[in-house]
């Protein structure tokens, strides 16, 4: 059975988030995923309290800590939600990454030319630019390839939610 987009939650950890944050929701949104939680860590009065639900292509569901809990507990949370209001899939994204047009497609294509083969996904990384070096962290040849690694960052990644 083919994956849809709205069959995925999106999951973003938040710390002192910035109005990039609500762009980078909305990119998501606009993709097609069904749904966007998001797991705010900021201690102080948070970013999202004072944020009109309008700035949204689509009202993300927001989890207020009021304390840094730290992002693997965050992204329990997020996933637990997720969960919760009924998806199989997520994908995790912290404030600072932002995400390309393609994204949620090219990660779908890369899901189903790995299943068709009967292999199982434990986790699905994105290939990322890094800033500080400007260019890929990983040599990919092509867009759409996968390749078996032996550790990927949480950040724009796919995962199975019947792991939690």
């Known amino acids: 059975m083919k994956m849809q987009n709205n069959q995925i939650c999106g999951v973003f950890v938040t710390f002192c988030a910035t109005q990039e944050v609500v762009a980078r929701i909305n990119a998501l949104f606009l993709q097609g995923v069904g749904a966007v939680v998001v797991v705010d860590n900021t201690p102080f009065p ?10 949204f292509v689509k009202s993300p569901t927001i989890i207020t800590n009021r304390k840094n809990l730290g992002i ?25 990454t932002a995400v390309n047009g393609f994204f949620v497609r ?7 030319r ?12 994105a290939n990322y630019v890094d800033r500080n ?15 078996k690694v032996k550790d990927v960052i949480t950040s724009g990644s796919l995962m199975p939610l019947e792991v939690f």
């Open 46 to 55: 948070p970013f999202f309290s004072d944020l009109s639900i309008e700035a």
């Open 72 to 96: 693997a507990r965050a992204l329990n949370q997020g996933c637990f939600e997720a969960l919760r209001q009924g998806y199989r899939w997520a994908i995790t994204l912290d404030q600072d």
């Open 106 to 112: 090219d990660l779908l294509t890369v899901y189903e």
């Open 114 to 125: 790995i299943v068709v083969h009967d292999r199982k996904v434990a986790v699905l990384g």
């Open 133 to 147: 070096m400007g260019r890929p962290a990983h040599n990919v040849i092509a867009s759409k390839s996968a390749s």
